[in-house]
């Protein structure tokens, strides 16, 4: 009787037992081989847009590092409030990386001449390269070239247009 | 069509109609304001005296153009002349003071001696008091007959001017076609009437900043072809070049001294623009500038006393100079909210630049010893003056809707013509120095 009951009590136990595993069991088992799922979305997790380390935050929309392109007011070189933060980004990045080469093409808009202007959007260049070298890019990471007013991303002759040309772009020759 | 409709109105098209003339895009030139107290002045054909049929653009033609388009001058139709003498004997003076003119010049072509070239003899009278103010001939090589004739152009305004012509020398400008992946940079050298266009070098990225060297042989200028701003020095006729810089940073603004043995440049390797002068048989460097500013756009006085430069040194652009030597910088445009880019006139006292002001920019002339502007253009955005070698003109680049054209204006203002590329733009011309 005793080892009856033991038995029984102790084949609930393993029944228990086994009913508690098989619940979590199958799932990772035999759900897992799907094949619609690519793999990569899967196991990837988001990356997050604050880790400006992350070189998938080059594409994704949701972080600064994405942003390449910083506008300037007309005849100033000063790097606007607004755009510090992006700034900031790929310093971070650079520094993280040091293996990263960034290429800051400065740019004019066509009001003035030409020569000049090259020397204006240089100066524009060498404010986000300062900015960037103060937060931890080096200096051989980092090359100004002045296109001046020559490489304009719009060809009318109104602020709209200006404000556009008037630009640095963050360029990496090696991420 | 009479020759005032033309003063008044827009007019002479110089087309490439020699077919031996390599089709680049010709720029054609327009009057845009005349000036009324022009001297009527007859070109009567030419007599054709070689073996061969004579060439399409004629000799007077090509005159009559050169002289009316510096403004001075209101040359007679040739369809207008009742009569067409070709030497003195010939010229019944009371026939042409009824046609109000008050000079004529008769002349002929024909081969020399030796059988080489061509031989242009002419003479160029005062109708009222019938006195012959020229006599002379003019030989130049073979294929050369539009040169000959931009020479008998340049005697005839001196003989009536007192300065001479410029019309036998020739433009530099920068052409931009196409957008995107297709742009396409060239630098062109135009004989100064637009005629003959002739690409020296041509690239897909930017090219900027030609300038001449003094003997008219060389061009200096700026590519972008090794991904940033370089200074290159090549040979016109031969199309052979040699880097002149490339170092880090800016390479621009390059500038011949008037001896041809020095060149002014700007380069950013210390860090900002600075002016520097190069001995062009060593290739040692010195360093002219030493400012955080923008100092760029060298450019010399016609006596080689002075560079002058712009400088945002003040705040904004302003025209400064220094000895070629050294020392410290002395403010020249002492009025205006920017001016930049100098072209100095050939007698050294005007100085033209870029005039802005707001979101206008024209070429304005600067007196030197009075300090005061003149200002020569409407704008609104005009830049790159260029002064003609013998101060009459000054030849600029403006933009009309979304393209950009080459103007002209008289140095008093008072005869624009504008040289419109027929697609693209047309940029930063240079007029060349007197070629002799």
């Known amino acids: 009787m005793k080892t009856t009951w033991r038995l029984t009590l102790a084949l609930m136990i393993a029944l228990a037992l086994a009913a508690c595993q098989t619940t979590p069991k199958p799932e990772p088992v035999e759900p897992t081989p799907e094949p619609e799922p690519t793999p990569e979305v899967e196991t990837a997790p988001a990356p997050d847009p604050h880790d400006f380390t992350d070189s998938r935050n080059f594409d994704n929309p949701e972080s600064l590092l994405s942003k390449?392109?910083?506008?300037?007011?007309?005849?100033?070189?000063?790097?606007?409030?607004?755009?510090?933060?992006?700034?900031?980004?790929?310093?971070?990045?650079?520094?993280?990386?040091?293996?990263?080469?960034?290429?800051?093409?400065?740019?004019?808009?066509?009001?003035?001449?030409?020569?000049?202007?090259?020397?204006?959007?240089?100066?524009?260049?060498?404010?986000?390269?300062?900015?960037?070298?103060?937060?931890?890019?080096?200096?051989?990471?980092?090359?100004?070239?002045?296109?001046g007013e020559e490489r304009p991303t719009c060809r009318v002759s109104d602020e709209d247009c200006w404000s556009l040309n008037r630009r640095v772009e963050v360029v990496y020759t090696a991420r | 069509m009479t020759v005032n409709e033309n003063v008044k109105k827009l007019l002479i098209i110089i087309m490439a109609l020699l077919a031996a003339q390599t089709a680049y895009a010709q720029l054609e030139i327009e009057i845009i304001s005349g000036n009324p107290g022009a001297l009527p002045i007859a070109i009567v054909p030419f007599q054709w005296q070689e073996a061969g049929p004579p060439p399409v653009a004629s000799v007077d033609e090509?005159?009559?153009?050169?002289?009316?388009?510096?403004?001075?001058?209101?040359?007679?139709?040739?369809?207008?002349?009742?009569?067409?003498?070709?030497?003195?004997?010939?010229?019944?003076?009371?026939?042409?003071?009824?046609?109000?003119?008050?000079?004529?010049?008769?002349?002929?072509?024909?081969?020399?001696?030796?059988?080489?070239?061509?031989?242009?003899?002419?003479?160029?009278?005062?109708?009222?008091?019938?006195?012959?103010?020229?006599?002379?001939?003019?030989t130049v090589g073979p294929g050369d007959l539009r040169f000959g004739a931009h020479r008998v152009a340049d005697a005839i305004y001196e003989a009536l001017t007192g300065v001479p012509g410029a019309f036998s020398t020739r433009i530099a400008y920068i052409t931009a076609t196409g957008l995107g992946p297709d742009q396409r940079y060239e630098l062109v050298v135009a004989d100064a009437d637009g005629f003959g266009p002739q690409s020296v070098v041509g690239s897909p990225e930017p090219l900027l900043s030609p300038a001449w060297s003094p003997d008219g042989?060389?061009?200096?200028?700026?590519?972008?072809?090794?991904?940033?701003?370089?200074?290159?020095?090549?040979?016109?006729?031969?199309?052979?070049?040699?880097?002149?810089?490339?170092?880090?940073?800016?390479?621009?603004?390059?500038?011949?001294?008037?001896?041809?043995?020095?060149?002014?440049?700007?380069?950013?390797?210390?860090?900002?623009?600075?002016?520097?002068?190069?001995?062009?048989?060593?290739?040692?460097?010195?360093?002219?500038?030493?400012?955080?500013?923008?100092?760029?756009?060298?450019v010399w006085s016609p006596d080689g006393r002075y560079i002058y430069f712009t400088s945002d040194r003040g705040g904004r652009p302003q025209i400064y100079r220094v000895a070629p030597s050294g020392g410290t910088p002395e403010r020249v445009t002492l009025e205006g909210e920017y001016n930049a880019r100098a072209s100095i006139a050939p007698d050294g006292r005007r100085i033209a630049v870029a005039y802005g002001r707001g979101n206008e920019y024209r070429i304005a002339v600067w007196d030197i010893e009075n300090e005061r502007f003149t200002i020569l253009t409407p704008g609104v955005l005009d830049e790159s003056p260029s002064f003609a070698p013998n101060g009459s003109m000054v030849l600029y680049a403006t933009r009309e809707g979304n393209r950009g054209v080459l103007s002209a204006v008289s140095s008093d203002g008072s005869v624009r013509q504008r040289l419109i590329l027929s697609a693209g733009d047309v940029r930063e011309p240079a007029w060349s120095p007197v070629i002799r």
Do not use: C
Request: aromatic share 8%.
């Open chain 2, 62 to 138: 090509i005159v009559s153009g050169d002289l009316y388009r510096s403004g001075l001058f209101k040359p007679m139709d040739a369809a207008d002349m009742v009569e067409r003498p070709v030497d003195e004997e010939s010229i019944r003076f009371g026939t042409w003071r009824l046609l109000k003119v008050d000079y004529i010049v008769v002349g002929s072509v024909r081969t020399p001696t030796d059988g080489i070239g061509h031989e242009l003899i002419y003479q160029l009278f005062d109708v009222h008091t019938q006195e012959r103010l020229l006599s002379q001939v003019t």
């Open chain 1, 68 to 147: 390449r392109v910083i506008y300037f007011d007309f005849d100033k070189s000063t790097v606007r409030p607004e755009y510090r933060g992006i700034v900031s980004a790929h310093a971070a990045y650079a520094a993280a990386n040091s293996s990263s080469r960034i290429t800051l093409e400065g740019h004019a808009d066509e009001r003035g001449t030409r020569e000049y202007n090259l020397g204006l959007a240089e100066r524009r260049g060498n404010a986000v390269d300062g900015l960037m070298s103060a937060q931890g890019a080096r200096g051989s990471q980092l090359v100004v070239v002045s296109y």
């Open chain 2, 217 to 298: 042989k060389k061009l200096a200028y700026v590519s972008f072809e090794k991904g940033n701003s370089a200074i290159y020095m090549q040979d016109v006729a031969t199309g052979s070049r040699e880097l002149i810089s490339s170092g880090r940073g800016i390479n621009g603004a390059p500038s011949f001294s008037p001896d041809g043995r020095k060149m002014a440049l700007t380069l950013s390797k210390s860090g900002n623009p600075e002016i520097y002068v190069r001995d062009m048989a060593t290739g040692r460097l010195t360093q002219l500038t030493q400012h955080w500013a923008i100092d760029t756009e060298a």
